[in-house]
């Protein structure tokens, strides 16, 4: 699940988060968010549609993307009930920053040169094949493919962001964080394009354009988006009933919330809580 802003914890061990994704592609959507550590996703099976700061690309079977501490992001898949499996390593913004005090004035490029992208492919494929392991002790063996994760994102892959077309394209995005940060505040209430249009300053017709250059969603889509992703994560945690999930969360009627479920998971809100019980 995305949020405004992502706070990530470790395993004390290893200098990132690591997680196997092998989920039906309806899970796979996030929504847009941000997060202080660089992240790497390695597709093993699917296609993933990812935009970073506006921008779109996709990866399929054995490859990866690279997203730089806080770009602003979002994932989607064209199958909601295929499934894809993919790794997601999540890169301590603190262990880089010890090692190069300046991280805040570059970011990564992997596909500016192949051999960095394929050393990099290279230790992906070395982690996936530890994750299974029972050796108490395989997290210095994952260390050591970290850091060579690290030295070659510091000795290969460094961009200074001094460019005109990077500090533009921040600017740009700054708008999408401060809508997101509104809509997540209040999804809860009855809040409309008018009034998140009046709270960043837009015209509702022209936020309506950039928000879906953006993130790829209508406003509308994306508020039931949020409001859906709450009111699962209720129903899950707090045991809540399908009605009291949907109206604590936003939503105008319980049919709202089942429809909208439906088409984001192709199952209903009760079928999806006994689904992941």
């Not at 959507?29 to 202080?36: D, G, I, V, Y």
Request: hydrophobic share 35%.
């Amino acid at each position: 699940m995305g949020y405004v802003y992502e706070k990530v914890t470790y395993n004390k061990n290893i200098p990132a988060k690591i997680l196997m994704q092998d989920k039906p592609g309806g899970r796979c959507n996030t929504t847009l968010h941000w997060h202080k550590e660089i992240e790497i996703v390695y597709m093993i099976h699917g296609c993933l549609h990812v935009k970073i700061n506006g921008h779109e690309s996709e990866i399929r079977d054995g490859e990866f993307y690279l997203c730089n501490s806080e770009e602003v992001h979002i994932t989607r898949v064209d199958d909601m009930k295929a499934n894809y499996t993919y790794l997601v390593i999540l890169l301590s913004y603190t262990e880089m920053k010890r090692f190069a005090p300046d991280i805040d004035d570059f970011i990564f490029k992997v596909t500016q040169s192949d051999s960095s992208y394929q050393l990099i492919k290279r230790q992906i494929l070395n982690l996936l094949g530890t994750l299974k392991s029972s050796d108490p002790y395989i997290f210095l063996v994952q260390d050591c493919y970290l850091r060579t994760i690290y030295h070659t994102l510091l000795s290969e892959c460094k961009t200074s962001k001094g460019a005109r077309a990077y500090i533009k394209t921040t600017v740009k995005i700054a708008h999408a964080k401060q809508i997101i940060e509104y809509i997540n505040q209040n999804y809860r209430e009855k809040i409309t394009l008018d009034d998140v249009a009046q709270e960043v300053g837009f015209s509702s017709q022209y936020l309506s354009k950039y928000f879906k250059s953006i993130t790829g969603y209508s406003f509308i889509q994306y508020l039931l988006k949020v409001r859906l992703e709450h009111a699962l994560k209720d129903m899950m945690n707090k045991n809540l009933s399908v009605t009291d999930a949907a109206y604590d969360n936003g939503f105008t009627n319980v049919k709202s919330f089942i429809t909208t479920c439906k088409k984001a998971y192709g199952v209903t809100p009760r079928h999806y809580k006994k689904k992941d019980a």
